[in-house]
């Protein structure tokens, strides 16, 4: 209706729901987000995260994807990097790019968990290397990035990132499907030729959760609980060491499947996942390998070179441009290993513990 001007109190201001729930997150977490002209994302060690304005973004990306992003080099670099300066990386610097590259899988499974990979895609050069990705972004075990990320994602449901992010990746889920559900089945003819389709298109389903309760696997990867390496029996009950309880042996595989596990090309028990293994003065391996024997006065303990069993080889770490990667692993004396040792079954509770400590399993 045309007419006279007509003027009225403004009282609030409207935002993007996604920034609200992304905002909030990263206020929940400890850190504060401010818009700048000057800085594409940066934190500056002391709580406070700067994001370029809008105007500065691409068309795809938004100020959600941005927090999203820096979150997960936060679970990366771990809590202590809240107190450094762009979590300690320096873009500039190849020898972060595979730190980059664990970043980048920490937020393809976290997003994939909730059909949001598309929406919350990471913007900048990175991006070519996240087109790349195949289902299973964590099968090459042996790549550092690998390692970092599992630790990574082994943090995410731990503060101060959660509840926070967990609840903040369920409620961009929502607001995605209602959104994804509310539009017409193609591009009204109105739209203009130079028009971007609608990034809300891209949102796939929640792909929900395994049988177990644990996140679910890839189909496209195969798999079953009958064929995983943390299946084991207890009075003749089929149970899963993951997540600990009862299990199906069809049941599509889960996102913590492993089809094998080797002691000789893992070693995660004889690296820095124990600090100390005690050995029985009993034990025929203080006789057969007195070299590897420290006696501690109260006690015997297995040698330790550094951080790491004496009669453990390998594991170096090969170095490329963007790459780290370890290389294979051995042990020594693998046949007349202590008592100790051997009570590191595969498939234990305490294979899983060492596992995950350095970044080998979920």
Not at 23 to 33: K, T
Not at 62 to 67: G, P, R, T, V
Not at 248 to 260: D, G, I, K, S, V
Not at 263 to 287: I, K, L, N
């Amino acid at each position: 209706m045309l007419g006279a001007a007509v003027t009225r109190e403004v009282r609030h201001s409207y935002a993007d729901p996604l920034a609200e729930i992304w905002l909030g997150a990263a206020a929940r977490v400890g850190l504060r987000v401010r818009r700048v002209a000057d800085a594409y994302a940066s934190t500056d060690g002391a709580g406070e995260m700067l994001i370029a304005e809008d105007a500065a973004l691409d068309a795809d990306d938004s100020l959600a994807q941005m927090i999203f992003h820096e979150l997960c080099h936060s679970l990366v670099e771990g809590e202590a990097a809240f107190a450094v300066a762009d979590w300690g990386l320096d873009n500039t610097r190849p020898d972060d790019e595979w730190r980059e590259h664990a970043c980048l899988r920490v937020q393809w499974i976290l997003a994939g968990r909730h059909g949001l990979r598309a929406l919350l895609a990471p913007t900048t050069d990175f991006r070519a290397l996240w087109d790349q990705f195949g289902e299973d972004v964590l099968v090459d075990r042996g790549d550092l990035s690998v390692q970092a990320a599992i630790v990574a994602l082994g943090r995410a449901d731990k503060p101060p990132w959660a509840p926070a992010l967990p609840e903040a990746l369920a409620a961009t889920a929502q607001v995605a499907a209602a959104v994804r559900a509310s539009l017409p089945r193609a591009p009204g003819r109105g739209a203009a030729q130079h028009e971007l389709p609608s990034l809300w298109r891209e949102v796939d389903a929640s792909p929900g959760l395994h049988p177990s309760g644990l996140q679910r696997g890839q189909s496209a990867l195969g798999g079953s609980c009958g064929a995983c390496a943390w299946r084991f029996e207890a009075r003749g009950v089929t149970r899963c060491r993951q997540a600990g309880g009862k299990v199906e042996l069809a049941w599509p595989a889960c996102e913590r499947f492993e089809a094998a596990l080797d002691c000789q090309t893992c070693g995660a028990c004889c690296r820095e996942a124990y600090h100390s293994v005690e050995v029985a003065r009993r034990d025929p391996f203080v006789r057969k390998r007195p070299a590897l024997v420290v006696d501690r006065g109260s006690f015997l303990e297995v040698a330790r070179r550094g951080d790491r069993c004496a009669a453990l080889t390998g594991g170096e770490i090969a170095i490329t441009q963007t790459t780290r990667r370890m290389l294979p692993v051995a042990c020594e004396v693998y046949d007349d290993r202590p008592r100790t040792c051997r009570d590191f079954t595969l498939g234990s509770e305490h294979c899983l513990t060492a596992r995950r400590r350095v970044g080998l399993s979920l």
